[in-house]
């Protein structure tokens, strides 16, 4: 076989697989439950990480299936919606793979060299975004069509949209905020912060027509819905890389000052509390308690009231990854391989699997099905 026949044949192999690439077509239209699916990161606006599933859910589990996604995942890289589950990697593809088999259903290449974010779930379209791109970098990918139904350029994300009353607010690294609708991806609004003060490399919370999040200059920020003004400002003091989350009108969070804090939805601190540790996760709740993680490897359950330490499970690693709430059950992998079942009253770890590789990804559960991903690259479905 002579030089230009082998070229040609090379350049056609090379085709076929990057048109492989970007066939994600479902023939079947999702049915989304919003009662019932993990839609977005932190599975609601509020980022309560907690599951919507009403299935009894007990230890041990069995590993039923890994899926090799060619790629490394970020810290929310999964949602999921009638027994599909969607999966962000950091190589830019977005896969869909059923959960009954774990077999992909094809995947799609953004157009940017990374994406960060959890995949948003709006009935037969997935709005997902990228980084390193001077493009776009918000898109929705229709499912049924099995092409891109629009794309804004909303700057460079590393954080995940939240969806709210078919709203879309998504937050940029240069300290730009923007509300877009979910069916046209017009931009409604774009905020901010002036002069580039921080990067945001947090998602949004929402809730009661307020919009927060924490900046790399050491301050968590309120926006109003409507219009996107800025309401007011906290300062924590350190920068802020963990995800806010809301209960009963209050907002808790980790700073790099090694301090987690209370503060109300008007910006007036309630407590805070030395951990003696960073953080990057979210938080959940349970009963009178939140509860959180530290890159120092640590579970913390504390007290909502006054911020009192409840108990605390060490890991081998560090984490990443935002613990999960299944009724009585955390899950929350970590940076040791391991991704652990611990009892929400105690702290008491029921149950363990060592994976390939470390832990970094939050969980999401649907139904009596459990999905965390690791460096080794796959996607693990427990039942």
Known sequence: MNFKVTFVLYILILISGLSGCQSLNID?????????????AGCNPEKTNTSKSSADIKPPFDLLWSHDVDAGMSKNSLTVSDAVVFVNTLNGELFALDILSGKSLGRFSVTGESSFSAPLIFGNNIITTSSGNKGNTIFSYNLIRGDVRWA???????????????NIYVASVDGSLFKLNVRDGVIIWKSGLKNRLADFYTSPAVSGGKLFLGGTDGIMYA????????????NAGAPVYSDVSLKNGRLYFGADNKIFYCVDTAGNKIWEKDLATQFQSSCTFYQNSVITAGVDGKVYSLDTSGGNVNWVFQTKGTISASPVLHKDLIFIGSYDGYFYCINAANGKVLWKYLCEGRVKTTAVIWKEYIFTSSDDKFVYCFK
Do not use: Y
């Open 28 to 40: 079947k239209a999702i049915e989304v439950n919003e009662n019932e699916d993990w839609l977005m």
């Open 152 to 166: 804004r350029n909303v700057r460079w994300i590393e954080s995940s949209p939240v969806l709210l009353e078919e």
């Open 223 to 234: 926006f109003e819905t409507k219009h996107g003004k800025g309401l007011w400002k906290f």
